[in-house]
């Protein structure tokens, strides 16, 4: 499928998407993102265990992006809204790729690596398909 997505990342999509990439993967570096959070790197280059890693990690999202704040709103959208982190994103495709979370997550590895989704509620052949017009 052709895509018209921008490719943010060190290689490029057909690569990415590729068998030998899946059986001999290579670091991925999107753009800018190192670099805009050396001070997290630092950190998690200096970690030795990887719960360590994931422990910072998920520290600095809930800092960061407020993550913890939902609990002081006062309305309901407000909470809601806030409640929306990357976690809610990963456990909703993890259990369902097809469900929104899913059709975020795509959309994000979309609008970083340009890959377009080839699947979601159905087979979506072209960005450009009624099929890929349903998923957005």
């Keep these: 499928m052709h895509s ?3 490719n ?27 670099q805009s959070n050396r001070l997290l790197f630092d950190r998690l280059d ?3 265990t990887r719960e360590m890693r994931g422990l910072q990690f998920h520290d600095y999202m809930d ?8 609990e002081n709103e006062v309305t309901n959208s407000s909470r ?6 990357y976690l809610r994103f990963l456990r909703g495709w993890m ?6 979370e899913g059709a975020v997550l ?12 080839t ?3 159905e087979l979506i052949d072209d960005v450009h398909s009624e099929a890929y017009h349903h998923y957005l």
Excluded: D
């Design 106 to 117: 795509k959309g994000w590895a979309e609008s970083r690596f340009g890959l377009a989704p």
């Design 119 to 121: 699947f979601h509620h």
């Design 8 to 34: 943010l990342c060190n290689l490029p999509p057909w690569v990415i998407a590729s068998h030998y990439f899946n059986r001999n993967p290579k670091p991925l570096e999107i753009q800018g993102v190192r």
């Design 95 to 100: 259990f369902e790729s097809n469900s929104r």
């Design 46 to 48: 200096r970690l030795e």
């Design 63 to 70: 800092v960061t992006f407020q993550l913890h704040q939902w």
């Design 4 to 6: 018209a997505s921008l």
């Design 80 to 85: 809601k809204s806030l409640k929306n982190s």
